[in-house]
Nanobody, 111 residues
């Protein structure tokens, strides 16, 4: 399983970003994030079929996970970003009960 995350950057509060995670196949996928000094936390997940999506309550209504299987890509659309969203964002794939991680992309939101 190979994962390549991209799309992070430095933005101002209220701005939007779209993260992308290109995969080597089709898997159940999720986004996690880790802020400095904090544990990695779940942000959003999407099932293999795309029929079910899950979002952390802290981002619900602002972030949306989606997938384009023709492109083997999973997205995280992030709107109305807040300084507390600052973190390294990681994509995660589940295959055969094992979790696989991408390299992470930095999102920094200035106030």
């Amino acid at each position: 399983v190979q994962l390549q995350a991209s799309g992070g950057g430095l933005v101002q509060a209220g701005d939007s970003l779209r993260l992308s995670c290109t995969t080597s196949g089709r898997y159940a996928m999720a986004w996690f994030r880790q802020a400095p000094g904090k544990e990695r936390e779940f942000v959003a997940g999407i099932t293999w079929s795309g029929g079910n999506k899950y979002h952390n309550q802290a981002v619900r209504g602002r972030f949306t996970i989606s997938r384009d299987d023709a492109k083997n890509t999973v997205y995280l659309q992030m709107n109305t970003l807040k300084p507390e969203d600052t973190a390294v964002y990681y994509c995660n794939a589940r295959k055969g009960g094992a979790a696989h991680w991408g390299q992470g992309t930095q999102v920094t939101v200035s106030s």
